[in-house]
């Protein structure tokens, strides 16, 4: 489906169609990273335990400097698809080449930058010894990658703002696939490649990424259809980068806020001691898998916001708001209704047979299965709010949930209460329902509904003489 023809569906065609058409190559992108991400850890762990703890110490600071570009893609994404809904394509091209510059100046700044603190970051984060040395080797190779991730998040942008979520997941499937081939040859050694260890692990990483955004960055040069990399727009337009950057910033702070949110939930969780821990990361990782319905229809429902308020098509939105909601909760209380019967069997399968564990574990994935289609609620206000480029309102529910209801929720439950860690579980589900309504607020309040673009002169004119001559 060639550009324009993708631009008619999303501004005419079914709505629940071209949902389903954009959520299903991001669920499988999701999958496919699950997998990456299980292989990787799996490959590390049969070096020690050290290197896996080394791995996962620098996760939080990888994350942090993510947070950054990704509020930068959701910026990206919603002020191209909103100019493509206005039929403004030349400034969407604009904004692609902006966004490009932007990134890449500041990935090799932040690469170099940390390339070279490396040592003294994993000090401050206490890392010591061994764990010292194998988080400064992987840290600092993944410093360097910054531009290429970086360059990954301009090109899904792009392509994110257009309605095309195949092409992506296609280079990132092919990127993580060659990324689980490449692991073990360059941790463990092979032929001419020598034994690296975990610096192998970040190397194979490198390689596989750079390979396959290298190819889909070079195509947003020279393709002739859509939006794509103009180089008479690639100098400095101080006016279109203040735009990226309002739009982006609330997301950056909201993403950064959240890592630190988590880190400080894993330490209340950790207080109750190491198998409460176990049983939360047991039970997040098969919560993830329910998810990603919801993850998908959420990041699926930006761009036909975006290109609808850019077409001043507000019913549209709303409905693709509506219909997303019931398409989740459909999704999520399935998924949901499946974890909850089958919660003691899958966690038994991960707690090696620890009999804590396994009540933590069930107690917990029974009780947020019952309250998962809040999650998805949750996901979709996210998605509803980036595509119409209003990003305070998800920096504020993305902060508010953790900051100002789960963490307090959780240190008044554990003094006020004998729940024990049930005061955990229970206070992620009342924080989830909360801020579900707060955001329901915000959504019938309409204020998302401004366009965060500004028609050009010639469309403007014609806008004020249709309302005067009506």
């Not at 550009?3 to 629940?16: H, R």
């Not at 392509?159 to 073990?184: C, D, K, R, Y």
């Not at 708001?321 to 949901?336: D, E, R």
Request: with cysteine; charged share 10%; proline share 4%.
């Amino acid at each position: 489906m060639n550009f324009e023809e993708k631009k008619e569906q999303i501004l005419k065609g079914p709505i629940p169609k071209i949902l389903i058409s954009l959520a299903a190559p991001i669920m499988f992108n999701n999958f496919i990273q699950t997998l990456y991400n299980l292989s990787d850890t799996y490959w590390v762990s049969r070096l020690g335990s050290e290197e896996v703890a080394a791995m996962t110490l620098v996760f939080p600071v990888i994350f942090l400097i993510l947070s950054i570009a990704m509020g930068m893609n959701i910026a990206g994404t919603s002020l191209i698809s909103q100019y493509i809904g206005a039929n403004q394509e030349d400034q969407a091209n604009k904004v692609a080449s902006q966004l490009f510059s932007f990134l890449l100046v500041l990935s090799v700044f932040l690469g170099l930058l940390g390339y070279f603190f490396t040592p003294h970051m994993i000090s401050l984060m206490g890392g010591t010894g061994n764990v010292h040395l194998y988080g400064s080797q992987y840290l600092s190779i993944m410093f360097l990658e910054m531009p290429v991730i970086f360059m990954f998040i301009v090109y899904n942008a792009i392509m994110q703002g257009q309605g095309n979520t195949f092409t992506p997941m296609i280079l990132n499937v092919a990127g993580s696939l060659l990324n689980i081939v490449l692991s073990p040859v360059f941790i463990f050694g092979l032929g001419p490649i020598p034994y690296m260890g975990i610096r192998g692990a970040a190397i194979a990483t490198l390689i596989s990424r750079a390979i396959f955004v290298g190819y889909g960055i070079y195509t947003l040069f020279m393709r002739k259809d859509g939006i794509i990399i103009r180089k008479k727009y690639l100098s400095p337009d101080l006016t279109m980068l203040r735009k990226i950057i309002k739009v982006g910033l609330p997301a950056s702070i909201g993403q950064s806020a959240a890592a630190f949110g988590f880190i400080v939930l894993n330490m209340f969780v950790l207080s109750y001691g190491d198998s409460a821990l176990a049983a939360f990361g047991i039970g997040n990782r098969i919560n993830s898998v329910v998810m990603m319905p919801a993850m998908g229809i959420g990041n699926a429902v930006a761009p036909i916001v975006g290109q609808n308020l850019g077409a001043d098509q507000i019913l549209r939105a709303r409905s693709t708001f509506k219909i997303s909601i019931l398409m989740s909760t459909v999704f999520m209380a399935i998924g949901g209704f499946i974890a909850f019967l089958l919660a003691e069997d899958i966690i038994r399968i991960f707690a090696a047979e620890d009999p804590v564990v396994i009540a933590l574990g069930t107690d917990y994935l029974q009780l947020i299965s019952l309250s998962i289609p809040l999650m998805g609620i949750f996901q979709i206000l996210n998605g509803l709010f980036q595509g119409s480029g209003h990003t305070m309102y998800a920096m504020f529910i993305n902060m508010f949930r953790l900051w100002g209801l789960r963490i307090p929720m959780i240190y008044l439950f554990g003094r006020l209460t004998d729940l024990g860690a049930d005061a955990i579980w229970y206070s992620m589900v009342l924080s989830n329902f909360i801020i579900c309504i707060i955001g329901f607020g915000i959504y019938l309040s309409r204020k998302w509904e401004k366009k965060v673009i500004e028609d050009e002169p010639e469309i403007h004119a014609e806008k004020k003489k249709n309302v005067f001559a009506s």
